[in-house]
């Protein structure tokens, strides 16, 4: 059995139904855009950071001094919407230096980024980027 305010809600999201009062459709929309927006937003980013990673795992390299380690090194990234690398720092160590010095020759290497989506707000953006090693 529907419940009539479940009926309602599909009626006033539905295209051709008519609201009952202005104020009431705009508190119904306005969270909704605003949640879209924001859905949206996060998936610019996601795609974004998606090609940032393609990008820095291209130019990684094995050290040939890290003698056959195996590890794990996150690095913080902050690129501004234009795709310049503002900074990298390593926010979780291997437990190999070479490696850590190799996660970032990786990313410096990858140069300038592709463009922020226009969807993104703000001038720059943080990238948390785990990069896996073994020989």
């Not at 040939?64 to 720092?89: K, P």
């Amino acid at each position: 059995m529907a419940r009539p305010e479940r009926e309602k809600a599909i009626k006033a999201a539905t295209p051709d139904a008519e609201p009952s009062s202005s104020s009431v459709e705009a508190a119904s929309t306005q969270p909704q855009s605003s949640a879209a927006s924001r859905a949206g937003a996060t998936d610019a980013k996601a795609q974004w950071g998606a090609a940032i990673r393609k990008r820095v795992e291209r130019r990684k390299a094995y050290p040939r001094a890290a003698q056959g380690a195996n590890g794990e090194v996150v690095v913080r990234m902050v690129i501004g919407t234009t795709g310049s690398l503002e900074s990298v720092s390593v926010t979780r160590s291997s437990g190999n230096v070479e490696l850590d010095k190799a996660a970032l020759a990786a990313v410096r290497r990858a140069g300038r980024f592709p463009k922020a989506p226009e969807a993104l707000e703000g001038n720059r953006h943080v990238f948390s980027l785990p990069i896996r090693f073994s020989p």
